[in-house]
């Protein structure tokens, strides 16, 4: 089949094309559980960097007993080989709903398709903190830090992409280096040859072209960390923000999206499957998802498709019988922690349009 820029499906939506950045038409998003690589969305703040995998190697520092210097090589030798299906999703994701309440200038309007499931492999991040000397006990209020190869300018800094994560989720089983997507090598896109996999968490922690980790005292100083991926109060605007005053996001927040049907789409009166996806952030899974075709007056439940992992997104499907007329298709779910989505949108704006979990809908007319 013919591909596009970076090896991608011919109907990928390509939002940007310097840095490349994209997403899946929805409707293929949510037809299977494992997102084909040439579907799988990207979202990267610089151009993809060229790496030799041959001079490649992965430096451990910082707060460890051995600094290590690892080829691709010996990380693939030396340690377990190990698989974890995760679903990466943008922070971002939806912020296309967030710019109709209010403009959010100089960001991606991104729909429902920042967002892929894929079969990883890689090794653990314990085990090779386990050589540098990093234990369990060591895990109290430190972090680690990751740093990507890829250079980002912002703010009139030109600097490298990175961010960092809590030692204790670090040092976690599902948290690997990954230099495989879907039984391939990693593409040069998704971070060739190796980068970070933090399932639960947001996307902006599974670091691409990863060439350091270090264990320090501190959550990461990168822009990524302290300015992008907080989450400010509805009144913080960009021009008078204080930047320390946003909250450093980490896991993700409890979400579902509509992917079958778009909005003012026609459909067929009589039977109709509405289709999406439903995630759960942190360890949680999704308990129920819910969906209406009345803007949230009843509902019925959705029969949900998941293979029980809590790092995976659960996809789902309700069959709504419809006479002529207009519709609003709504979902909302709930995970195994009782943590609901909000119904108002006005209420969970922010200015970088970040974490938007509000129920999501869809106007529909059946003819
Ligand atoms: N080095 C590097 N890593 C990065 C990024 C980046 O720009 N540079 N983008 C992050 C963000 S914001 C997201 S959502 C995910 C997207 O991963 P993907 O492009 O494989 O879908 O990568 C993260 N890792
Ligand atoms: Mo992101």
Known sequence: MAKTLFDKHVDFGV???NPFNGGPPPR???QSHITPTDLFFVRSHGDV?????DSYRLEVNGRVSRHLSLSLDEIKNNFERVAVNATLQCAGNRREELMAVQPIPHELPWGVDAISHAAWAGVRLRDVLA???VESEAALNLHVEFGGL?????LNNRFRYGGSIPLAKGLSPEVILAYEMNGEPLAPAHGFPLRTIVPGFIGARSVKWLERITVQDEPSHNYFQR????LFAS???ADTVNWDNGMMLGEMNVTSVICSHTEDERVGAGMIAVQGYALAGGGREIARVDVSSDGGQTWMHAELFNDTNPWAWTLWKANFELEPGRYQLVVRAMDTSAN????DISQVWNFKGYMNNAWHRVNVEAR
């Open 15 to 17: 939002r940007q094309a």
């Open 28 to 30: 293929l998003l949510g």
């Open 49 to 53: 960097p060229e790496v030799d995998a």
């Open 131 to 133: 050589v540098a000397g």
């Open 150 to 154: 890829d250079e980002v300018e912002r």
């Open 227 to 230: 300015k992008a991926y907080r």
């Open 235 to 237: 009144n913080a605007r």
């Open 340 to 343: 609901t989505q909000p119904q």
